[in-house]
């Protein structure tokens, strides 16, 4: 393949790839200069082009930048060549450590510029996310397949849709990141964004660049120097821009007067950064992901100003709550880790252990979904005790006792705290027009007087509690629709199957079986697009475990493709959901009331 080789916004070439090598050795060609296919592509360092290809290959004609040019090269003898190959590999070790700068906690150079008082961060690997999307499939689709190839002026639109932000002189394949923070005068907000850079230099020739140069030279005049950054502001917009030679940061509130120059100055200033204050959130940049998000909670809540209804138990005063989410896309699977901490003192300890074996025994091999959780009992009693208002307390009991004969602390003292539902089919109702679900819900007891006196009740009331069939075995109750409490009569132990597995030695589980719910839905006559949808991929398994000052839950969803990246399929199927959501009467996509299906009566 050829390249194009892009140094300083010149481009030389093309070359093939196979001489790159023997370029870099002779000097002529960096590590860090930049390479794009000569058939359009996605741009790349040399760096990332070196690995796999071969030497020998002919010398590339030097650079002659003050010549605007380039000037032929003669053979060099081995000497020179090995000091050559010395030289870049001294370079490549240069340009790593300026590109890829991380302190002792794997935090980027941009990332030391979030300040201190941030309430939430959105983190993007935009490089990554745009190659497992597909973006230049993306594009090329927009542009007409056949003609893209054909045409060079959709060719260069395309190439110049997906060059844009390193013209700008951004640098995509490092993380950028999206936060809010509050103003620094008022309740307001102030929403900003991070992301690195070339070099300052290189943001203000791409300024001209993709603006032109009249328009270009006219908004950098109103860039002005700062304390060790450049700084753009304009009274007509409600944003201020500065950059510097790591990152260019744009921050920007609806308020009416934010303040946004000292803000902006706080930023570049780094003496009180996100990164060297909070651990935690150091320790979120150190995983891999795609997409992450950081959250102060507390601040968050306390700027939602959310009214607790009158009664309500009030909310502790939190210092300590913070929740982390990262979502990862790989060939077949999508992955959701989400982590939330707290301080024990403030909450209590909630690790439990894992979800009680009892309730597995009544678990199918193979059920549509199930989900349990297991939680400390004795943390929710102290909760519920100390925080719960008496009358609500009260009607609580009462309807308790209507239905089962107990008050709440008759109920805490029996839950060991596990709890699981499971769907295990969906038939079709003769009634109503829609699925009757089998479905049971168990509970994990302790063996208390009151067990017995529950029990009683449940055999006063012919098998039933609540309105549903009650099942006991030993260690635990299930509520269950019919069907499912006659095969619990019939069968006294499960087949384990995979959806025990992902319960078990958890102290949190859940399991969906794609295939089942689509042969569900083809039995009950749902549309062909849901079940072509539900067919695409195979299980959603979920795992959950506490441990001291922390809840920690995966999430995994796999696909039947495994070739093919998930991201890139999530986006056809959004892209399938919304065409025949709003497909109109000639086919095309255009919304219309009178394609939603008519109200039953």
Not at 101 to 121: C, E, H, M, Q, S
Not at 146 to 175: C, T
Not at 219 to 239: H, Q, S, W
Request: aromatic residues 6%.
């Amino acid at each position: 393949m050829k390249y194009i080789i892009v140094r300083d916004g010149e481009e030389f070439g093309p070359y093939e790839q196979e001489n790159l090598p023997s370029f870099v050795a002779d000097g002529n060609v960096v590590p860090t200069d930049l390479a794009r296919p000569a058939n359009g592509g996605k741009t790349v360092a040399v760096a990332e082009l070196l690995r796999g290809t071969s030497r020998g290959a002919p010398a590339l004609p030097a650079f002659d930048h003050a010549a605007g040019g380039v000037t032929p090269t003669t053979s060099r003898r081995p000497l020179t060549v090995a000091a050559g190959a010395i030289l870049a590999l001294a370079l490549l070790a240069a340009a790593a450590w300026y590109f890829l700068r991380v302190d002792d906690r794997g935090i980027t150079t941009a990332a030391r510029y979030l300040p201190a008082n941030t309430f939430a961060v959105l983190t993007l690997h935009v490089d990554d996310l745009a190659e497992k999307a597909g973006l230049d499939e993306i594009i090329r689709e927009q542009f007409g397949r056949n003609s893209f190839e054909d045409n060079p002026m959709l060719r260069n639109l395309g190439n110049s849709i997906s060059e844009m932000p390193h013209k700008l002189g951004l640098r995509l394949d490092q993380p950028l990141f999206i936060f809010g923070l509050p103003a620094s005068k008022g309740a307001g907000e102030i929403t900003g964004f991070i992301l690195p850079v070339q070099s300052r230099a290189a943001v203000e020739r791409g300024i001209k660049e993709v603006f032109g140069a009249v328009a270009g030279a006219s908004l950098l005049a109103k860039v002005k120097p700062a304390d060790g950054y450049r700084v753009f502001e304009d009274e007509t917009i409600p944003f201020v821009v500065g950059f510097n030679d790591d990152v260019l940061v744009m921050i920007g509130s609806t308020q009416s007067d934010p303040d946004l120059s000292s803000q902006m100055r706080a930023i570049f200033q780094k003496e009180n950064s996100l990164a060297k204050t909070r651990a935690d959130f150091g320790s979120h940049l150190e995983r891999e992901f795609d997409v992450g998000l950081w959250m102060n909670l507390p601040e968050i809540l306390r700027r939602a100003d959310i009214a607790i209804p009158e009664g309500s138990p009030e909310l502790p005063d939190l210092d300590k709550l913070t929740a982390t989410l990262e979502v990862r896309f790989d060939n077949g699977m999508a992955q959701l880790r989400s982590v939330i901490a707290y301080d024990q003192q403030q909450l209590g300890d909630w690790a439990s252990g894992s979800v009680d074996p009892s309730l597995l025994t009544a678990l199918p091999s193979r059920p549509l979904a199930v989900f349990a959780q297991s939680l400390k009992m004795e943390t929710l009693k102290k909760y519920i005790q100390t925080e719960l208002p008496t009358d609500l307390s009260g009607e609580i009991d009462a309807v308790l006792e209507d239905a089962t004969d107990m008050n709440l602390e008759d109920l805490l003292g029996l839950l060991k705290g596990s709890v699981m539902i499971s769907l295990n089919d969906l038939r079709p109702n003769p009634v109503i027009d829609v699925p009757s679900p089998d479905f049971v819900i168990g509970f994990a007891l302790n063996d208390t007087p009151q067990l017995s006196q529950l029990m009683a009740r449940v055999k006063k009331n012919n098998g039933r509690l609540a309105g549903l069939r009650a099942i006991q075995r030993p260690g635990a109750l299930f509520l269950c629709s019919d069907y499912p409490a006659l095969q619990l009569e019939q069968n006294t132990s499960a087949t384990p199957g995979p959806a025990h597995q992902h319960l078990r030695g958890h102290s949190a589980g859940g399991y969906v079986d794609f295939a089942l719910l689509a042969a569900a839905g083809e039995k009950l006559g749902m549309p062909q697009e849901a079940i072509a949808v539900m067919e695409k991929f195979e299980t959603l398994t979920i795992t959950g475990d506490t441990r001291p000052g922390e809840m920690e839950y995966a999430l995994s969803l796999t696909f039947k493709d495994k070739q093919r990246n998930s991201l890139h399929q999530l986006g056809n199927l959004g892209q399938l959901i919304l065409n025949e959501a709003f497909r109109g009467g000639n086919g095309d996509t255009t919304f219309d009331e009178n394609d939603l299906p008519p109200l039953k009566d």
